[in-house]
């Protein structure tokens, strides 16, 4: 079974910077669309950012410009680095692989509080 462990989240005063890892198991991670999504109180999960396995990269646009979303398939690990974090950021961030055959797969998540 596949198995993705995130780590990096933390508390952070807003304009800091945490950097996200998500360490895949059990799989090679370089086949992979790989995003990452947050959710916070009371609202759904929305994406974040994605990478292709080719290495194209997508932003929502809330993050555009603070966020950069890598990989580094040697290691099986992505990675998303946060800059100037605003308090809006403060969520639940989870990794997510997906291949239209081989399947879609989460980590547990990591939290990620951004204090004012």
């Known amino acids: 079974q596949v198995q993705l462990v995130e780590s990096g989240g933390g508390l952070v005063q807003a304009g800091g910077s945490l950097r996200l890892s998500c360490v895949a198991s059990r799989t090679s991670l370089s086949i992979y669309v790989m995003g990452w999504y947050r959710q916070a109180p009371g609202k759904e999960r929305e994406l974040v950012a994605t990478?292709?396995?080719?290495?194209?990269?997508n932003y929502a646009d809330s993050v555009k410009g603070r966020f950069t979303v890598s990989r580094d398939n040697a290691k099986n690990t992505g990675y998303l680095q946060m800059n100037n974090l605003k308090p809006e950021d403060t969520a639940v961030y989870y990794c997510?692989?997906?291949?239209?055959?081989?399947?879609?797969?989460w980590g547990q998540g990591t939290q990620v509080t951004v204090s004012s």
């Open positions: 990478i292709s396995s080719g290495g194209s990269t």
């Open positions: 997510n692989l997906q291949h239209n055959v081989f399947g879609n797969y």
